[in-house]
C-alpha cells in the first residue's frame, strides 16, 4: 500500500512538467490511455469533451489519480511504453525516476529531474530554445505556418490540423507547432538549429524576425 501511495504522490509531483508535455498531441494520450482501460466511460467523456490540450491532459490526470493507485500504475506504465516515448521525446525522465519506499515514519523521496531546457542550458555551445522564444517567434509567423512545419521542420500534415483544431488562435496555433518540434529534437532543440531551418530560401522568414534567437 505504501508503495501504492508513493505512486501516486510521484504523479502529482511530475503534474504540471507532464501537462506541458503531453498537450502537444492530448488525443493520442487520451486514446491510448482508453484502450489500457484507465478511465471510466464517463471520465473518457469529460476529458474528450475539453477544448484545449492542456485542459484535457489535466483533466485526465486528475481523473486517474480520482481512480486510485491501480490507475495511477497503469499510467506510469503507459508512459513508459514505446509508443509514448517515440510521440513524446521528452518523456524520457520517466524512466530515470524511482519510487523509494522506505519504513514507516520517513519520507518518501522523488528524484525530480530538470525542468524544460531553460535559455541558460546549452548543448555543444548551442543555448536550447525556451519556451519564451517559441512563442515570441510564434506571433511572427504568418498564414505560411503550415508549409513552414512540413517542409522546414518535418511536422507530418495530420499533426499540424490537429494543432488547428485543437487551438483556436492563430499563435496558438503556431507554439503548439514548435513545442511539438522542440519536443520531438530534444537536446537538439537549440535556437541555432531553429533558426538555421527557418533560413532556408525556399520559405525563410524575415531575417528581422527570427535572428533573435541567435542573441545570448
Given at each position: 500500500m505504501a508503495e501504492e501511495q508513493a505512486e501516486i504522490k510521484l504523479l502529482r509531483s511530475q503534474k504540471a512538467k507532464l501537462i506541458e508535455i503531453l498537450s502537444t498531441d492530448a488525443d493520442f494520450v487520451?486514446?491510448?490511455?482508453?484502450?489500457?482501460?484507465?478511465?471510466?466511460?464517463?471520465g473518457y467523456q469529460q476529458v474528450k469533451a475539453c477544448r484545449s490540450p492542456s485542459e484535457k491532459v489535466t483533466e485526465l490526470l486528475d481523473h486517474i489519480l480520482q481512480r486510485g493507485p491501480e490507475a495511477v500504475t497503469g499510467l506510469l506504465k503507459l508512459l513508459n511504453?514505446?509508443?509514448?516515448?517515440?510521440?513524446?521525446p521528452m518523456l524520457s525522465f520517466i524512466k530515470d525516476l524511482e519510487v523509494h519506499t522506505v519504513s514507516s515514519g520517513e519520507?518518501?523521496?522523488f528524484p525530480v529531474p530538470?525542468?524544460?531546457?531553460?535559455?541558460?542550458?546549452?548543448?555543444?555551445?548551442?543555448c536550447l530554445v525556451t519556451e519564451k522564444q517559441l512563442m515570441t517567434l510564434a506571433r511572427t509567423i504568418g498564414k505560411t505556418w503550415r508549409e513552414i512545419g512540413r517542409m522546414a521542420l518535418d511536422i507530418p500534415s495530420v499533426k499540424l490540423e490537429q494543432f488547428e483544431l485543437d487551438n483556436s488562435h492563430h499563435v496558438e496555433q503556431v507554439f503548439a507547432m514548435l513545442?511539438?518540434?522542440?519536443?520531438?529534437q530534444r537536446e537538439k532543440a537549440t535556437?541555432?538549429?531553429?533558426?538555421?531551418?527557418l533560413s532556408q530560401e525556399d520559405y525563410a522568414l524575415p531575417p528581422e524576425s527570427i535572428d533573435f534567437l541567435l542573441r545570448d
Open positions: 487520451l486514446q491510448h490511455a482508453d484502450s489500457c482501460s484507465l478511465l471510466s466511460r464517463h511504453s514505446e509508443p509514448l516515448q517515440e510521440t513524446f519520507k518518501e523521496t530538470e525542468t524544460m531546457p531553460s535559455k541558460d542550458i546549452c548543448n555543444n555551445g548551442y513545442r511539438y518540434w522542440r519536443n520531438r535556437a541555432a538549429s531553429l533558426h538555421s531551418l
